[in-house]
């Protein structure tokens, strides 16, 4: 499964209701940024035990749900999409169609960082920032950006 498709596959579990199959494209110590949008959501969500916490908070208001991804973008092991959730909520019929970014950062075939931003270009850029100096033969690797810290 090629990265795209890796995040594809991710949201159509989402479009379906189907956490456990969400899960299984998840490393078990994800990490899982939110996009500060929605009300009462920590800022961030580790392992499968929180990214389940996750999907049930971000599920649960809305009878009906529904992410279309209008662009996607890979760069290396990272994948970037422009995003168009809409939704009708449960109790109040109220309906939301909202545009965010996000982006996952895949290893061994399997998300290892989730980040959800307003925009496509703002989640595209904290992958950037993000990304791990990688150590090879000529040393460990270039100097982090501004704000990362090498680990």
């Known amino acids: 499964m090629s990265n795209s498709e890796l995040l594809l596959a991710g949201f159509e579990a989402w479009n ?3 956490c456990g199959a969400w899960l ?3 490393d078990p110590e994800v990490d899982i940024s939110t996009s ?10 580790r392992g499968h035990d929180q990214a389940a916490k996750f999907w049930r908070r971000l599920r649960a ?10 662009k996607i973008e890979e760069e290396g092991d990272c994948v970037a999409a422009a995003i168009r959730f809409r939704a009708r ?7 939301v169609d909202m545009r965010f970014g996000c982006g996952i950062r895949i290893r061994d075939g399997v998300a290892t960082e989730m980040v959800n931003r307003r925009t496509f270009e ?4 904290a992958l950037r920032r ?3 100096a990688t150590p090879g033969p000529e040393g460990p ?5 501004h704000g990362q810290v090498r680990a």
Do not use: K, N, T
């Open 130 to 132: 993000s990304r791990p």
């Open 141 to 145: 690797g270039p100097e982090p950006r």
């Open 24 to 26: 299984e494209l998840l």
């Open 89 to 95: 909520g449960a109790d109040s019929g109220v309906e």
């Open 61 to 70: 208001p809305w009878e009906e749900f529904r992410i279309e991804v209008e």
């Open 36 to 45: 500060g949008v929605f009300p009462d959501f920590a800022p961030s969500y």
């Open 122 to 125: 703002e989640a595209r850029e």
């Open 16 to 18: 379906r209701d189907d």
